[in-house]
Nanobody
Framework: VQLQAFGGGLVQAGGSLRLSCAAS?????MGWFRQAPGKEREFVAA????????TYADSVKGRFTISRDNAKKTVYLQMDSLKPEDTAVYHC??????????????????WGQGTQVTVSS
């Protein structure tokens, strides 16, 4: 499975961005992670195969929304009320089964190349 993420960019604090991640084939659960310079990769959001289950990191809850369109094999991350601390490279990932909404990096089998999100103050 190949994943391609796009939609990143530069935005002012308080603004919005929507990330997309297109998969080359049908996937199970999907998630978004981010990695800022000098920091470990951290979980952002996950969505189950059906789309009915979602989970978010506390730091983005209420501001970010994950969704998916299985017909298009695409997952989205709508990011609103962005803050400078949201600045990072955002990676999408997919599992090959297991938990419906996993939060651990190790639970994901397939990873996209990442897209840069920069939020200016």
């Amino acid at each position: 499975v190949q994943l391609q993420a796009f939609g990143g960019g530069l935005v002012q604090a308080g603004g919005s961005l929507r990330l997309s991640c297109a998969a080359s084939e049908r996937t199970f659960s999907m998630g978004w992670f981010r990695q800022a310079p000098g920091k470990e990769r951290e979980f952002v959001a996950a969505i189950s195969l059906s789309g009915r289950l979602t989970t978010y990191a506390d730091s983005v809850k209420g501001r970010f929304t994950i969704s998916r369109d299985n017909a298009k094999k695409t997952v989205y991350l709508q990011m609103d009320s962005l803050k400078p601390e949201d600045t990072a490279v955002y990676h999408c990932a997919a599992t090959s089964g297991g938990s419906p909404v996993p939060t651990a990096v190790a639970a994901y089998t397939y990873w996209g190349q990442g897209t840069q999100v920069t939020v200016s103050s």
